[in-house]
Every structure is written in structure tokens, then in C-alpha cells.
């Protein structure tokens, strides 16, 4: 793929965070943008904000949303959305567990396999997943989005080596604590599924939320590398951002 070519480029979860500034970011460098979010209004709003992109409802657990993605012809998928659960594994109701494997796994591949006949027919593409430094770092009571992450990890390696024969690019990016909101809500949201009286794990909790919410980084950097490697000729496998975050984490391994 040319790095000064303009490419279509479709992004789930670009309601917000990470998708909506990659979306908005890839629109000013001239590409065509699909910003596709979970809900209608969700599309609406972003349409009314930035007229500038294309936006679709598109809910990645939906099989009818999935099946419309592939005659979109995209040269460029991003795998952008994702739910945040966590809390304590004896607790969680099992049903959070499987909404975390829905999106963000099965969603992610649910759309893969949407748009890579279109691509190997073309004999190019690319296929850009989000992942995080919850991929290779498994913190206390973040197992069910860990557990998540670890398999686009798996998924995103396994993928980019069967599909580099068909012309296919398959690479993912690992963010850190960036302040999009998404931690705050998963963090916050993990009291709900400690039990009452539980006072060590209460305890466990806020020293996590302190460790991840404190001084979040600014989600721009991870909009600008998507957008870099939407652009790029070639990509590494992974992108570990900020820059140093799997040496700083390296010792807890």
C-alpha cells in the first residue's frame, strides 16, 4: 500500500475516544472515513459535529450491522471498539465475562471476516485492532478485559501472518492510560461487583484505581499513530504506546 495513497477507511467505536479522533484526524489528511458507532444516535451526533465523515450504525455483536460492513469496499479497517469490564473473577456475573469476549474478540473478528474477501480480491489491505497493555500485563481485578486483549494479542500475530501472502496487513496498537473516559468508567464500574463486606478487595480496588487513573495521558497520541499507520507502507507488528510503557511494565511480567 502507498503511504501517500487515499484510502477508505472504516473505524468501529468512532462515537468516541481513540476512534473519534483517529476519524477525525484521517478525514483532514484526505481520506474517505466510515465512522461507524454502536448506536444511531451516536451517528447522528457525530454527523451533525463533523460533516466531514461518513458515519454508520454499527454494533459489532450485530450480525446484520457485521454482514453490511463487507460491501462498504474499505482498504482500511480499524478494530476499534471495545466494551471495559472488570472486577473481582469470584463475583463478576459470568454474563459481563461473555459480553467482553462478544466485543471485543468476536466482534473484532466478526468484522474482519467481513472485509478480508473484499481485500484479497483486491490483493491488498489492511487491519489495524486495538488492543492494550492489558495484552501482555494482567493487573488485579482486571481479568475480564485482560483475558480480552490477551486474544486480540493471539489473534492480531496469527492473522497478520496468514493474510501477508493475499497482500494483507494485519498490525495493532497496545495503549496505556490515556484519558478518554473508557478507564475511568471501567475502573469505577468494577465496585459494583465486589461483595458487601469484602473489605480487602474494596481496598485492592482503590489502589487500582489510583495506579490507573491518575495522571491519564492524552488520548490524541493514540489517534495521530492510527492514523500514521493508516498512512504508512509498512507497519510493524505492534505499536506500544506511550513510548516505553512494555519496558516500565516489564518488571511486573
Request: hydrophobic content about 45%.
Amino acid at each position: 500500500m502507498a503511504g501517500d495513497a487515499r484510502r477508505k477507511v472504516l473505524i468501529t467505536g468512532a462515537g468516541s475516544g481513540f476512534g473519534k479522533g483517529a476519524a477525525i484526524e484521517l478525514a483532514a489528511r484526505g481520506h474517505e472515513v466510515v465512522a461507524a458507532c454502536e448506536t444511531d444516535a451516536q451517528a447522528t451526533a457525530l454527523a451533525a459535529e463533523h460533516p466531514e465523515l461518513t458515519t454508520v450504525k454499527l454494533d459489532v455483536t450485530d450480525p446484520a450491522d457485521v454482514a453490511g460492513a463487507a460491501d462498504l469496499g474499505v482498504d482500511v479497517l480499524i478494530n476499534n471498539a471495545g466494551v471495559g469490564i472488570v472486577g473481582p473473577m469470584a463475583s463478576i456475573p459470568l454474563a459481563e465475562v461473555r459480553r467482553s469476549f462478544e466485543v471485543n474478540v468476536f466482534g473484532m473478528v466478526a468484522l474482519s471476516q467481513a472485509v478480508i474477501p473484499s481485500m484479497r480480491e483486491r490483493g491488498w489491505g489492511r487491519i489495524i485492532n486495538v488492543s492494550s497493555v492489558a495484552g501482555f500485563f494482567a493487573s488485579p481485578l482486571g481479568s475480564p478485559y485482560s483475558m480480552t486483549k490477551h486474544a486480540v494479542e493471539a489473534f492480531t500475530k496469527s492473522l497478520r501472518a496468514e493474510l501477508a501472502p493475499h497482500g494483507i496487513d494485519v498490525t495493532k496498537v497496545n495503549p496505556g492510560p490515556y484519558g478518554t473516559g473508557f478507564n475511568d468508567q471501567m475502573v469505577n464500574g468494577a465496585a459494583a461487583f465486589i461483595e458487601e463486606g469484602d473489605t480487602e478487595t474494596t481496598e485492592l480496588h482503590a489502589v487500582v484505581r489510583q495506579v490507573i487513573l491518575t495522571d491519564q495521558l492524552d488520548p490524541t497520541e493514540v489517534s495521530t499513530a492510527l492514523a500514521d499507520l493508516v498512512d504508512a507502507t509498512e507497519t510493524p507488528v505492534e505499536t506500544y504506546l506511550p513510548e516505553g510503557i512494555r519496558e516500565l511494565l516489564a518488571p511486573f511480567l
